[in-house]
């Protein structure tokens, strides 16, 4: 379940910009939170839907673009077509932004987990990647990437000997 999607220096979002899914902690009389607001285990509401309005050329296309753009990549991310899909397309109203790279990434909950995915790139080339976890209060990470130097977590490490010992899978879950 998607909880936030952020994207920055991305057509014309310059600054790190986010849509949130956490619901706000309004309470109006006679109105059913069940309705419009899921409940995780951890506690955190989060909107089952949202609506995304505003003036004209006020960034809603490039919002969803934004969020083709993310998917577009994730799911294409081994396939060599990859760079044929197109290149980042930075803020160019900026002469600092336009040799930046363009930032995407998601907070997701997974079986119960929260997850914060995400990565940076110039072109057609990952600068940056990153993926992280929160089981419990604290963060831990997975995997970070920078260039073509990967660290990778305690976390990520303890799953991979299971899956090598046991054939299966990696689970991350506490």
């Not at 995780?40 to 509401?45: A, D, H, I, K, Q």
Request: with cysteine; hydrophobic share 35%.
């Amino acid at each position: 379940m998607l909880i936030e999607f952020s994207v920055e220096n991305f057509r014309s979002f310059r600054d790190r910009s986010t849509l949130s899914l956490e619901a706000a902690a309004i309470r109006s009389p006679g109105r059913v939170d069940d309705d419009t607001v899921t409940t995780t285990p951890s506690g955190l509401r989060l909107l089952r839907s949202a609506a995304i309005y505003g003036p004209n050329a006020g960034g809603k296309s490039n919002l969803i673009k934004a969020i083709q753009f993310m998917r577009e990549r994730v799911l294409h991310s081994t396939r060599l077509e990859w760079a044929e899909a197109g290149s980042s397309q930075p803020f160019l109203l900026d002469t600092t932004t336009r040799s930046q790279p363009s930032g995407f990434e998601v907070v997701f909950l997974l079986g119960g987990v929260t997850y914060r995915y995400g990565f940076e790139l110039q072109g057609v080339t990952v600068s940056r990647e990153w993926l992280f976890c929160i089981p419990t209060s604290r963060e831990a990470m997975l995997f970070e990437r920078t260039g073509s130097s990967i660290r990778v977590g305690e976390r990520f490490r303890k799953a991979r000997s299971s899956q090598s010992e046991l054939g299966r899978m990696p689970s991350f879950y506490p």
